[in-house]
């Protein structure tokens, strides 16, 4: 009995043995035994302490990292697994959601290598600031799992990684190695199965496909963004490799079509094929027709212009289809036919067609059923949607149509059942929004924005939206005419993070539903016709906005009236504009914590003192012009260290520009015209290198143009001094504003003559194509926040704004100062003006004959000057020229003879007496006056006979035709000619002169 009991306990110590080789010899932080009571291994615990010793954990999340008692077992931390029976650390694994970017160190910690027993090391997502990979993880041989993706590491490719044989899974991805000389120590990994290298610089390894085709074991690829050369022909043929890969990853590339003679020796096991982002072109190639597993396939951002019929021949198991944005044209009725004559119509669940040239009416798609995701926008698809079309579409849960020209009215919706999405903007929808869109209970995201919709939207059209979280009803020039006729006690069942229905009349009053909406970060209900007075719980809203936009409005009250608070994690990242409202009273300080403010064009008064906030360090754009604001502004702008653009423009602000505006120094926009500012501009804005914008002018400022102007703010390309009592000269400084587009001095007492290096301004004197608008663009941690800069200024004799067209805008305005000496002939270099207006100065000398260089010139005001001599023919051939003032000087002879100038009422040349010819109705006198011989008898000439006259007209229509006749048929040799002979006058009569004037010279001595 003793033998058989000793028997059975050996019995059952083997079964506990093996039942604990069959759980495992691992225990995690999180399975890990409560009853367990043994510890790690010392060094392997000091081995882990200097490694977090190495990492900022400002968040503590390794708190359960330590050296107190109660924290003495390393197996127990968290990401820490070890063995159960022998307590090696086998695992550090640092890549969960919770840790992701919160940890940060200067390298990895050395005493690492005290882990002689870890099989897996993943330290994903911590920032090492730039170190390089040590080389002892070459050392960590038991290693089967290797992740140090996004770990900002640098320095040279780690090739040590070669040593670790038995390594299956290796992801060095999104770091900023130095370029990888050579992946020949990769084939050293022969158990590899999954390898990421995304973003590793490979442009010089030409041999990457034959080094891939050594690893059997492989099935996983990504090679994302790693600058691959296409694959040499000869490696093309070497087909050694893994029939097991599965997936490939390929994007961002600079390949050619010559891979897919690699990829056809997969045809049996991929399963997700990713290439978008390459050179693919031409044809969708055959042998993707043959991937009979490939169930996901990205060719998107190529230049694929077409499919073959046999493209998608057996690809039974395709669920998603990405082509966009590629050139595919022609009609996508063709490609439906394809699919539909293979078997993936019953699998495809995603087609993204999206971003191409595909025309025609929408085909009938109802025979893919499967269809969940439906990307057609941004093609030019036309006709009207059919009702029908939806009919069988039952699990479509994204349908993107957007952008392109489809017309007709919404059908009946009630079978998109499972819709979650629904985009149609940029189209030609006209009609009512129907209403059985209410009942798509799944529904997320509307978009029907930039259509021409119209009719009422009521509670019904939102009557189980419960999951609406997205609905943009904006519109384009208010294209859109939808009212949204809503009863004041509705309550919506959904929660809305972006309300976008600009245009959208839902006035007079506020619309109390969104009192409900507790969670939207954007609101745009600009001009919507709200005329009310604005309530008080409306900007408590505020505290968890991002964009708030109500524009446009009748809006009325006073701030003083509301509560406003932000939360925390909305300080500094509000955007309001509460622009073109009518609201009145002060500012309130609480406003200085917003990103972006805009309350031009209210009634607001009282100082601006809330700027002094130190709230406002996060302010970045602020626009109060057109308001009442009054007093001094305050000298204490110093820490508005992040403000780009600031507008102060037409209101009632006095006293001297602060000396603090030189502590703004990312400022590019500064506005403060029509204000009652003096003094000189403070030097401190030497300091501002960034402006773009400077405009000062209707003030009372005095003083020279500071030197400095023109040799610190060379970015400036508009600059406004206009309406002020500066004086002095023009600095030749001026000149290094090469990138100046509207320089306005006008109306000063400026004096001295205009500085001859005007050519030297580049931006006019070269030839370019213009930006429509001049756009800031801003980055920020949390994205890029951009603006327009807008100008009102003089133009053509009426006053105008610009925005979207101000880039075009090239103008030079110096009248009204008193000015003297001629104009400089450096002027007609700027081949680019627009507009240039030097009237009311003292300038003498003759108009340059080269002024019909300005070929872009479209305004040209010379008047009440004390200009002479004649007015230069080159100035007909000016074709844009339609606004010219050449009154009040002292001009002569004939107006030349040109479509343009003749085209101008004769006010243009009034005050010049000695002006003559159409328009004017004084006619010019010819001065060679030619003796009448017409009654003078001469003896007849007997050569004169009837042949003779013959011959003179065969000879007369010949020579006439010849030339004449040329020149009215070859546009180019005309333009030559008139062109030479207008060059001819010019240089006759500026020959004239000059001996005239030496003439007088010598008569005088």
């Keep these: 009995m003793q033998r058989h009991g000793m028997c059975l306990k050996l019995f059952l110590a083997i079964a506990l043995l093996l039942l604990q080789c069959i759980q495992g010899g691992e225990v995690s932080r999180n399975h890990r035994d409560a009853n367990v009571t043994g510890r790690c291994i010392e060094k392997e615990r000091q081995a882990l302490l200097a490694f977090k010793r190495g990492l900022v954990d400002e968040s503590n999340f390794l708190s359960s990292w330590g050296s107190e008692a109660q924290k003495q077992d390393c197996c127990r931390w968290i990401g820490v697994s070890c063995s159960n029976q022998t307590g090696h650390v086998l695992q550090l694994d640092l890549s969960s959601n919770d840790i992701l970017g919160r940890l940060e160190g200067k390298l990895i910690s050395p005493k690492l290598i005290e882990l002689q027993h870890l099989h897996h090391l993943d330290l994903l997502g911590i920032n090492f600031n730039g170190s390089q990979i040590p080389d002892f993880i070459g050392s960590l041989s038991n290693l089967i799992y290797l992740g140090l993706s996004d770990t900002n590491l640098m320095g040279k490719f780690p090739s040590q990684v070669g040593n670790l044989t038995n390594l299956q899974h290796l992801d060095l ?10 992946l020949d120590w990769l ?32 099935t996983h690829l990504t090679l994302f963004g790693c600058g691959l050369p296409s694959p040499i022909l000869s490696t093309l043929s070497y087909i050694n490799s893994s029939k097991s890969l599965a997936s490939i990853d390929l994007s961002s590339n600079p390949l050619s079509t010559s891979i897919f003679l690699w990829l056809s020796n997969y045809n049996t096991s991929l399963v997700d094929l990713y290439l978008s982002d390459n050179l693919l072109a031409g044809s969708i190639p055959d042998v993707l027709g043959h991937m009979s597993s490939l169930a996901y396939l990205s060719l998107s951002n190529n230049q694929l212009e077409r499919w073959v019929p046999h493209s998608f021949v057996s690809l039974c198991s395709l669920q998603s289809l990405d082509l966009s944005s590629n050139i595919l044209s022609g009609q996508l009725s063709k490609f439906v036919q394809i699919l539909f004559s293979t078997c993936a119509q019953n699998s495809l669940e995603i087609l993204d067609l999206s971003l191409n040239d595909l025309t025609g009416s929408l085909p009938d798609l109802t025979n893919l059923s499967s269809l969940e995701v439906l990307r057609l926008n941004h093609n030019t698809f036309s006709g009207v949607i059919s009702g029908t079309y939806f009919s069988k579409l039952s699990k479509l849960q994204v349908l993107d ?22 985009y149609l903007y940029n189209n030609q929808l006209s009609g009512g929004i129907p209403e059985s869109i209410g ?23 939102f009557s189980k939206l419960s999951k609406l979280q997205y609905l943009d009803l904006s519109s384009q020039n208010s294209s859109n005419s939808l009212v949204l006729d809503i009863h004041a006690d509705w309550i919506p069942p959904f929660q809305l993070d972006s309300i976008i229905l600009p245009s959208c009349k839902m006035g007079p009053y506020f619309p109390k539903w969104l009192q409900t909406q507790k969670k939207f970060s954007y609101l745009d209900i600009s001009d919507a016709g709200i005329s009310d007075i604005l309530p008080s719980w409306f900007l408590s809203l505020c505290r968890n906005v991002e964009f708030m936009n109500l524009t446009g409005n009748q809006i009325r009250g006073s701030f003083a009236d509301l509560t406003l608070e932000f939360s925390d994690s909305s300080i500094n990242k509000l955007r309001l504009d509460l622009s073109s409202n009518k609201l009145e009273g002060p500012i309130p300080s609480v406003l200085s914590r917003a990103l972006y403010l805009d309350l031009s064009n209210n009634n607001l008064s009282g100082s601006i003192s809330f700027l002094c906030s130190s709230a406002a360090i996060g302010l970045l754009f602020l626009d109060l012009s057109r308001n009442n604001v009054s007093g001094e502004v305050p000298d204490c702008l110093t820490h508005l260290e992040n403000l780009v653009m600031l507008d102060l423009s037409y209101n009632a602000l006095s006293g001297k520009i602060p000396t603090t505006i030189g502590s703004v120094f990312q400022i590019q926009t500064l506005k403060l015209r029509s204000n009652r500012f003096v003094g000189q501009l403070p030097s401190s804005l030497k300091n501002c290198t960034s402006l773009v914008l400077v405009d000062v002018g209707d003030n009372k400022l005095s003083g020279p143009i500071p030197k400095w102007l023109g040799v610190s703010l060379k970015n400036l390309v508009i600059l406004m001094l206009s309406s002020n009592h500066f004086n002095g000269s023009l600095p030749a400084q001026i000149c290094h504003l090469t990138d ?6 006008s109306m000063n007492n400026f004096s001295g003559s205009i500085p001859k290096c005007l050519n030297n301004l580049t931006t006019l004197a070269q030839k370019g194509k213009s930006s429509m608008e001049i756009t800031h663009f801003l980055e920020r941690s949390d994205g890029t926040t951009t603006y327009e800069d807008d100008e009102t200024f003089v133009w053509k004799g009426r006053m105008y704004s610009y925005k979207n067209t101000l880039g075009l805008v090239k103008r030079i305005d110096l009248s009204s100062n008193i000015l003297t000496g001629e104009i400089p002939s450096e002027i007609t270099h700027l081949v680019e003006l627009v507009s240039l207006n030097l009237s009311g100065n003292q300038l003498t000398g003759q108009i340059t004959p080269k002024i019909g260089n300005l070929q872009s010139l479209e305004a040209l005001d010379l008047s009440r000057n004390q200009i002479e001599g004649r007015i230069p023919t080159s100035l007909a051939r000016i074709d844009r020229l339609d606004f010219l003032d050449l009154s009040l000087n002292n001009l002569s002879g004939e107006i030349p003879i040109g479509t343009q100038l003749q085209s101008f009422d004769s006010s243009v040349y009034a005050g010049n007496p000695l002006l003559c010819g159409p328009p004017l109705k004084k006619m010019c006198v010819d001065q060679n006056v030619q003796t009448d011989l017409s009654n003078r008898e001469d003896d007849k000439d007997e050569l004169i006979t009837w042949g003779f006259y013959l011959s003179m007209g065969v000879g007369f229509a010949a020579g006439f035709w010849g030339v004449c006749g040329t020149l009215i048929f070859k546009r180019s040799w005309r333009y030559a000619y008139f062109k030479f002979l207008n060059g001819l006058n010019d240089w006759l009569y500026v020959r004239v002169a000059l001996i005239k004037r030496q003439l007088k010279d010598m008569l005088n001595r």
């Design 740 to 745: 100046i587009q509207i320089l306005d001095f």
């Design 187 to 218: 084939p050293l990994l022969s158990s590899l199965r999954y390898l990421d290298l995304s973003l590793v610089n490979l442009n010089n390894v030409f041999n990457w496909v034959e080094v891939i085709n050594k690893l059997s074991e492989l």
């Design 173 to 182: 991805s999104f770091n900023s190695f130095t370029n990888a000389e050579n």
């Design 439 to 461: 009942l798509l209970s799944k529904l997320q995201d509307i978009d029907f924005s930039m259509n021409s919709l119209e009719g009422v939207i009521s509670e019904t059209h």
């Design 401 to 422: 149509f957007g952008w392109n020209d489809l017309a007709g009215s919404l059908p009946d919706l009630t079978n998109l059942s499972s819709l979650e999405e629904f």
